[in-house]
């Protein structure tokens, strides 16, 4: 990724895809542009298995702290 948003959501009451859809449309009003992937920490995904949230992908990332979401657009994506 060659820039990315850090986005923190820590209410307890939203579902994983709910926050990455939240994070996903603020990434978009500020950058102009979708973003393509989102880390999260591994706690997050259940058998570090990826996720698809409305074309975002959700991997799990070692160095995401809790409730952080990092977002931006993979640079092999960019290439294409």
């Known amino acids: 990724m060659e820039t990315g948003l850090l986005w923190f959501d820590n209410d307890a009451a939203r579902s994983i895809e709910e926050k ?26 259940a058998d570090n298995e990826p996720l698809q949230v409305d074309g975002v992908q959700v991997r799990a990332g070692r160095a995401i702290l809790p409730h952080h979401f990092w977002l931006g657009v993979l640079e092999e994506m960019l290439n294409e």
């Open 20 to 45: 990455v859809r939240r994070a996903a449309e603020h990434y978009r009003a500020r950058h102009g542009h979708t973003c393509d992937v989102c880390f999260v920490p591994p706690a997050v995904l």
